[in-house]
């Protein structure tokens, strides 16, 4: 197994340099899943960087991300593999009177007539690969079955031809938005990281490294009222990415220091609920003693 | 340090966390990869392969504390560097520093409040760490030997260090700092930001009572008496605040998995008869050959829900969780009404109706609903006469009854007629209890007399056991 990264700093480093801002917990799990060979179970909010984590690592590592999405119904033949049964077809009418019938058929399960998908294309890449199966919590319980062989012995078996090896052991993330509990079988498998909101200092750095033209103090200000906000009880709270939209409007809109006016009239930036917006713009004008 | 590692796993598992052998496998594996001196790192490789579900991470982090905290020589409980340091800043470098480190015993109190007060004014960890052994060494009356827990102890110092008025102390300052007078909003986010810092006060003062206690009693006898149950173990009766809190916070996501995984079990049924429009749109892909018959899913009736809470104190927070889990899943449900009494009774289903904000319901429901009729102390039987009085002839065959209460009726009578009747009438009858199992029936709880009409009984007292019975509601 070719190591990617020499240590955990090395992690954090080389994530700075493509502008993703990694925490001690992202750094070490990225640095044990190159090192152990296991893939990362991500969980935690909607849009904290989830799916970022896996491209952004794939841009470091120079690895190709092959992605798979995953929603109610995936199966077998969108997930792994499935026989090219028209080309196939095609085949049999060609060679109508020829051949006998079980040297056709041997032929017709060879590898020309597969038709990869992303597990199967990202075991069988010569190339690195980061390997992104985004929210696998969509899946039905039976299904995540089909990714456990993938997972635990990076190999895919298909009756009709044996057992396909991973050429290199690629870096899995799978990402979960927790919507149900995932399976024993497949936790077991990962490591699992949990990433949170950030706090205060980590999510300003983002805001100024993301953002373009924001100044010191507005970062400050934005990051602080962001906090603010998720100390409410809201239906949802805020996200890193729409942090960051707002801050990017409020620079569009040339502000540089947030009044509460400012902040209530933008909110529906930052809050997706008419409940939440009124909840919080009521509390952003009382001083919360 | 494997020896180390398997009682820490060991500790793990009776707190609650599931661990399997893989998983300590891999976690010994793990930290072969990692230089032990990164403790940050460490800890995270730990969690990374041990714990797989983000609300046993305060579980975890606690064992954690208690195992690995006190091995560093920078958490030896002698005073340090830190502490001379912070002493030298407040002092200027005026006073002789006699017997090596005998200063900081020395101070007033309100030297020591004042300390406090810049170390928070000025975000500084170094000075407030200090301030935080200086204080519980001198305010918590820790003697060794004391069997009392780690929060009698925090309770302890915390009065004495007053933070609340050191906050307003300090925004009186930020006030005064200011060129103009603060904005509301500007207020408000100085507010937060010093309450953040006196959060994390707390969370040293609340660490360095740890590291005394396990200096005090061991390892094993202190991982005990700290261990804190996980959010789905936390027992409604006798939540803390803080514990309350956590309950809150994890009730939000289980709804949301129960709403889905009661969505898919109503769609995932049995196969229902041959769908002959559908097969024959499929087949037109195979060439009209039929290949792929396609069936009706029947929908099973959503089931109508009356759920009659008890919301005397004992069990108010019960109550509360219940009424706010049954409503966050309403959608499953084709209708849902909730009656509320202590010894009389209320339909409240109108406070939740067209809210947004099932918490806001909930406040309303203990502050207007009309409950109390003659002492404000739970009688069962008269209320569940009232119920069948106002509102028997609407239970009919696709309702659910759903009791919620500990039984416990002050020896009125306990009228389980209303209850017989109404399981004739009615889909089901279930009665919850938040109580403990050995306790059913003892005292004044007539949980017997009901539960011979009930379809079911269940003891309902976490989370856990909650969502369990939820399921098989739906």
Sequence with gaps: ?289 | MLELLAGFIQELRRAGLPVSLTENLDAMEAVKHIPIEDREAFKYTLAATLVKNSSHWRAFETVFEVYFALRGEEYEIARDEAEMGALRDLEGGQKPQSAGGGAMEALTPEELAEMLYQALLNADEAQMRAVARQAVRRFSGMEPGRPVGGTYYLYRTLRNLDLDNVVERMMEAVREQADAPLTALEERLERDELESRVDKLKQEVEAEIRRHLVADRGIDAMARTLRKPLPEDIDFMHANREEMAQLKRSLHPLTRKLAVRLARKRRHGRKGPLDFRATVRSSLSYGGVPAEPKFRYPRPHKPEIFVIADISGSVAAFARFTLQLVYAISGQFSKVRSFVFIDGLDEVTRFFEGVEDINEAVHRVNTEADVVWVDGHSDYGHAFEVFWERYGHEVGPRTTVLFLGDARNNYHASQNWVIKEMRHKARHVYWLNPEPRSYWDTGDSIIGEYSTHCDGVYECRNLRQLERFVEVLA
């Design chain 1, 1 to 289: 197994m070719g190591l990617r990264f020499e240590s955990v700093a090395d992690v954090r480093s080389d994530l700075k340099k493509v502008d993703y801002l990694a925490d001690d917990g992202i750094a070490s799990v990225v640095f044990l899943a190159d090192r152990l060979g296991k893939p990362v179970l991500v969980e935690g909010p909607a849009g904290t960087g989830k799916t970022q984590l896996a491209k952004s690592v794939a841009e470091i590592t120079g690895s190709r991300l092959i992605r798979l999405q995953c929603y109610e119904g995936l199966d077998e033949s969108k997930a792994l593999y499935e026989w090219n049964y028209k080309k196939q077809l095609l085949r049999i009418q060609a060679e109508r009177n020829a051949e006998d019938w079980k040297e056709l058929s041997d032929d017709i399960f060879s590898e020309e007539f597969l038709l990869t998908r992303p597990l199967l294309e990202a075991i069988r890449s010569e190339e690195p690969v980061v390997l992104l199966i985004d929210e696998v919590d969509r899946v039905e319980l039976e299904t995540e079955a089909l990714l456990l062989e993938v997972l635990s012995e990076y190999q895919v078996s298909i009756p009709e031809l044996g057992t396909i090896q991973a050429v290199q052991t690629p870096l899995v993330f799978l990402t979960s938005n927790n919507t149900r509990e995932l399976s024993e079988a497949l936790k077991r498998r990962c490591l699992f990281l949990h990433i949170d909101y950030p706090d205060l200092e980590r999510e300003k750095e983002i805001v100024l490294t993301k953002v373009e033209g924001v100044s010191e103090n507005l970062a400050d200000q934005i990051t602080r009222i962001v906090r603010s906000i998720r100390s409410l009880e809201l239906k949802k709270s805020p996200s890193v990415s729409e942090t960051l939209d707002w801050a990017r409007t409020l620079v569009l809109l040339g502000v540089e220091s947030i009044d509460a006016e400012q902040a209530t009239e933008t909110l529906h930036i930052l809050l997706k609920y008419q409940t939440d917006i009124a909840k919080a713009a009521k509390e952003l004008s009382t001083n919360g003693a």
